[in-house]
């Protein structure tokens, strides 16, 4: 097994190493495709400027050959525009026979017009319609063999056809050079070459459409397209686009080849760098590990310590000429070692509240067992004693207390198990919210009037303190009823004997709106608060010990308050009372709210 000191020069070498050598590999993984994205933009931009140059040349050509062509078809004499003609490079502009393809007359200055027009010529002038547009011919040859473009205008049984030999693309091709065998390819709107360095396939105006990037052209598309090429065996990337209006294709091309060299001499430079650069690191690390070997000793002992349950194990911090990675490192661990001892403690805690929640728990099920058994004795026995007879015939006075006791006992377990079903289906997400039209007053009312057999018990008064023109508000009646009801029902059951409670809503300066229900009973302790609002939790002391209840009333209340989008407190304080709140937020008040009460009735 090897030593920490050699284990750290190890560790600090693979260190220096992985970031030395993602440092080199990264910049040649994107090196490559940086080149690619360089390339496409030039090579794109270069293209569109010189599909511009065409477009303007094609346009002028045109421009100036329906002017000479227009005048040639009415008889009159053509103004001398030889310079024009000869700068956009036409060769000759001829009047001639459409069926014969004889020369009737042509431009003077230019290049002699041949008495008889090229096959391809007459062929194309044969398909044209009288009286139509001027067409642009694709390339072909004249009857000298050489490459032309004609531009060709009918008129009944006579044309004028203008020519020019393909010098013009040639040199537009031939002036962008890059690289060692970067070139420009310039084709007809049939896909043959006008411009392409093969000198040989611009006099043979060799067909190019069989190639997916020429089918491209043909279709009007531009982009970058990486291919094949049988010229320069080799891939070949080229940007590609089509001049407007004359249907040229135009490819800026360079081999793949070039754009790998340049990426090797980079590769070269940076794996120098990279030797340096690991052996400074394979020095820094044999440094550091002398350096480090005392200070990862002791932290190496504190963990050991903390292994075997020590939680005050602290290490002292380096001098102040120890590097501060040392500082940070022993800083660190005394954190994790507070952090450790917290937890522990933590967890110390969370098996108390375990065990509370769990005794909790079982004091529910004694609760619950308690409240079902008591009436379900009841109702047996009433049963039992009906089912004898002796309480006398069916009707008599005994036989209605009994069966009145049998429904009070009824009740209450269905109370019971009402509350443990609503709080399961709140639990579960499953409790729907209805939105209707609430009168808080009426709620109030309600609820004072259903608690009222139980403050009579207790003689304790009931009191509603809701203005009839406070808003309405939206939300679920049986729900927002339920928890009123709860909370008056709460505050009789656990408020003193002949106190007073009193049911009141005002409105916030939020736009909400609050109800309170307040005793004069005994009161909470701050301490209970909280707890008194979770599930299966009651307030135990002298003064509601012979009380009965689950515990379910608050928690099903907090949870139907939330799901409104409210919130729900209890303020109190021992001997002085409490206030159970429900606050309702702006979005469920109902402004102008009369005229929709009276409309509701």
């Known amino acids: 097994m090897l030593s920490l000191r050699s284990s750290l020069i190890v560790i600090f070498v693979l260190l220096g190493v992985a970031p030395l050598g993602l440092f080199w590999l990264w910049p040649q993984s994107s090196a490559l495709q940086k080149e690619f994205d360089d390339v496409k933009d030039r090579h794109l931009v270069i293209a569109r400027n010189l599909a511009h ?128 065998n970067g070139h420009t390819t310039i084709v007809d709107q049939t896909g043959r070459v006008l411009a392409h360095p093969i000198t040989e396939w611009e006099s043979e105006m060799h067909d190019l459409s069989q190639l997916e990037v020429v089918r491209e052209l043909l279709d009007g598309r531009a982009g970058i397209k990486t291919y094949y090429s049988h010229t320069f065996k080799d891939e070949v990337i080229a940007a590609y686009v089509t001049v407007e209006g004359a249907g040229w294709g135009i490819m800026i091309s360079q081999p793949l080849a070039e754009l790998k060299d340049a990426i090797n001499r980079f590769q070269r430079s940076a794996l120098s760098i990279f030797a340096m650069c690991l052996l400074l690191a394979a020095l820094v690390a044999c440094r550091a590990a002398f350096t480090l070997l005392d200070p990862v000793a002791r932290v190496i002992d504190g963990a050991s310590a903390m292994a075997r349950g020590s939680t005050d194990v602290r290490l002292p911090l380096p001098g102040r000429l120890a590097p501060r990675e040392l500082t940070d490192l022993t800083s660190t661990f005394n954190a994790l070692a507070e952090n450790v001892a917290s937890a522990r403690r933590g967890e110390a805690r969370a098996r108390e509240a375990a065990e509370r929640a769990n005794q909790s728990k079982t004091d529910f099920l004694r609760t619950v067992t308690h409240e079902l058994r008591n009436p379900l004795n009841a109702i047996v026995g009433f049963s039992d004693l009906l089912a004898t007879g002796k309480l006398g015939p069916p009707g008599s006075a005994a036989s209605q207390a009994c069966l009145e006791d049998i429904r009070t006992g009824a009740r209450m377990m269905m109370s019971l198990t009402n509350d443990l079903l609503d709080l399961a289906r709140i639990e579960a997400n499953q409790y729907p919210i209805d939105d209707e039209l609430l009168d808080l007053a009426e709620i109030g009312g309600r609820a004072a009037r259903f608690s009222q057999p139980m403050a009579k018990t207790r003689g304790a008064e009931v009191v509603v303190e809701i203005d009839r023109d406070l808003p309405a508000v939206r939300g679920d009646e049986r729900a927002l009823f339920q928890c009123v009801l709860n909370l008056v029902s709460n505050a009789v059951k656990y408020g003193r004997d002949g106190g007073r409670v009193v049911v009141s809503a005002d409105l916030l300066q939020t736009g909400g709106v609050r109800i309170s229900v307040t005793d004069d009973g005994p009161g909470i302790a701050a301490e209970d608060i909280d707890r008194v609002q979770q599930p299966f939790e009651r307030v135990s002391n002298r003064a509601n010990r012979d009380v009965t209840g689950t515990g379910l009333g608050l928690p099903i209340v907090r949870k139907l308050v939330e799901l409104h989008g409210g919130r729900f407190a209890l303020q109190s304080q021992l001997g002085a009372g409490t206030t159970a709140i429900i606050e309702l937020p702006a979005s469920r008040v109902v402004s102008e709210t009369a005229s929709i009460l009276d409309a509701a009735e």
Request: glycine residues 10%; positive net charge.
């Open 53 to 180: 140059g065409l477009q303007r040349f094609h346009r002028d050509a045109t421009s100036t050959f329906d002017f000479a062509a227009d005048t040639l078809l009415a008889g009159a004499a053509l103004p001398d525009t030889r310079s024009v003609l000869a700068n956009l490079r036409f060769r000759s502009i001829c009047q001639v026979e459409v069926a014969t393809g004889r020369l009737l007359r042509g431009v003077r200055g230019l290049g002699q017009c041949q008495e008889q027009l090229a096959a391809a010529t007459q062929e194309m002038l044969g398909t044209m319609k009288e009286g139509g547009r001027t067409v642009l011919s694709p390339v072909h040859a004249d009857a000298n063999g050489e490459p032309v473009i004609a531009w060709m205008r009918r008129s009944g049984k006579v044309a004028v056809v203008g020519t020019i030999d393909t010098r013009y693309f040639v040199e537009s091709g031939r002036s962008i050079a890059f690289g060692r």
